[in-house]
């Protein structure tokens, strides 16, 4: 079973910026594709990022493209979101996902997911 942890969320104000990390426990050929999603209450869960299994593929939903950089770093297991210049909508609790592919929006595709943190952006 793999496990995913996450650290790095916070409250930040408005045009701040936040760094999301994700340690996986296995390494890139049994999980090539990572991701990230995030979800607000009573809402479905949403496409952030996600990245291949080299790094040299990204995907970003367009709300958070020139904001948010995806990267990860498979000496390390793990992947990091950057987030800039946040605003008051990207607030929600942000999950790491991994999975046999990286081009998929949709998080049923994911195999393991992180237990979440939260981001809040005050305004």
């Known amino acids: 079973q793999v496990q995913l942890v996450e650290s790095g969320g916070g409250l930040v104000q408005a045009g701040g910026s936040l760094r999301l990390s994700c340690a996986a426990s296995?390494?890139?050929?049994?999980?090539?594709?990572m991701g990230w999603f995030r979800q607000n209450p009573g809402k479905e869960r949403e496409f952030v990022a996600s990245?291949?299994?080299?790094?040299?593929?990204?995907y970003y939903t367009d709300s958070v493209k020139g904001r948010f950089t995806i990267s990860r770093d498979n000496t390390k297991n793990t992947v990091y979101l950057q987030m800039n210049n946040l605003r008051p909508e990207d607030t929600a609790v942000y999950y790491c996902?991994?999975?046999?592919?990286?081009?998929?929006?949709?998080?049923?595709?994911?195999?393991?997911w992180g237990q979440g943190t939260q981001v809040t952006a005050s305004s």
């Open positions: 996902a991994a999975g046999k592919r990286w081009n998929s929006f949709n998080p049923d595709d994911y195999d393991y």
């Open positions: 296995a390494g890139p050929f049994i999980i090539p594709g």
């Open positions: 990245i291949s299994r080299s790094g040299g593929i990204t």
